[in-house]
């Protein structure tokens, strides 16, 4: 897979900290360490995990146990499905939800106005909408819990 002089560059893109090995080189936009091998780029966690611990089933992913996209440690990887990866995500609260996803059209306190406000019974839930800027379906979807359920 590596040859001498790869393995020797691969080995020395680390720095141990706490437990982890983490890449201090070329990484992705989520943090994962890249390495270039044969001119093409590769995730520093997989070679790890092909190196130390075996092959890679094509339907199978790498995923980290610490969190951290960055460690290559081959003690805290482990293989899983897309859907146990995303599953992670979630339970460990990694994903882009509320604020943090992108495409949020509310804060994280608006959001709890609005849920309050419609558990209140005062208002429509097409009324909490119009000063919100979104639709009823939303609110109704916050006062279920549906959306914003973290908050």
Known sequence: M???DEFVRFIEGFAQINECWVWQRSKDTSG?????????RKY??????????GEIPVNL??????????CAN?????LGTSQQ?????????????GQKNGNAAL?????????????CGLFTLRYIGQQYRISAEAVHKIKIGRNWSHI
């Open 74 to 78: 081959p003690k805290h990887l482990l």
């Open 2 to 4: 590596l040859n001498a």
């Open 32 to 40: 994962y360490g890249a390495f270039r091998i044969s001119g093409k």
């Open 44 to 53: 520093v966690h997989r070679i790890s995990y092909e190196l130390f611990k």
């Open 107 to 119: 804060t994280e306190s608006q959001a709890r106005e609005i849920r309050d406000l419609s558990l």
């Open 85 to 97: 990866n995303r599953d992670d995500c979630v339970e460990r609260k990694r994903h882009n939800f």
């Open 61 to 70: 992913q790498v995923r980290h146990t610490c969190d951290n996209p960055a």
